[in-house]
């Protein structure tokens, strides 16, 4: 079983930054991909960004150059780092992993964090 822990959220004026932590726990080797999803009220489930273990990295064209996302295989755990946030960032953002070694988002991720709460405000 694996198990992901979040981290980091919070409340942030728009412009700011806050910096998510996705903590690993189990059976890691299963930890192929790794990445961020992000549900608004209202809205479907959005596909943030992912990264491999050998770094190969993608991310929603709503975030590309704004948000950062990295991996410390050493310590089981995975980063966003989100800058210039806007608004339409609000959202519970959640870790999730799959053991398919890809980017390809059309690949199901097999497990899920409990998410954790970003507001950004005007």
């Known amino acids: 079983q694996v198990q992901l822990v979040e981290s980091g959220g919070g409340l942030v004026q728009a412009g700011g930054s806050l910096r998510l932590s996705c903590a690993a726990s189990?059976?890691?080797?299963?930890?192929?991909?790794m990445g961020w999803s992000r549900r608004a009220p209202g809205k479907q489930r959005e596909l943030v960004t992912t990264?491999?273990?050998?770094?190969?990295?993608n991310y929603a064209d709503s975030v590309k150059g704004r948000f950062t996302i990295s991996r410390d295989n050493a310590k089981n755990t995975m980063y966003l780092e989100m800058n210039s946030l806007k608004p339409e960032d609000t959202a519970v953002y959640y870790c999730?992993?799959?053991?398919?070694?890809?980017?390809?988002?059309?690949?199901?991720?097999?497990?899920w964090g409990q998410g954790t709460q970003v507001t950004v405000s005007s």
């Open positions: 990264i491999t273990t050998v770094g190969s990295i």
């Open positions: 999730a992993a799959r053991s398919t070694p890809t980017v390809d988002d059309r690949y199901e991720y097999d497990y």
């Open positions: 189990g059976s890691i080797f299963r930890l192929n991909a």
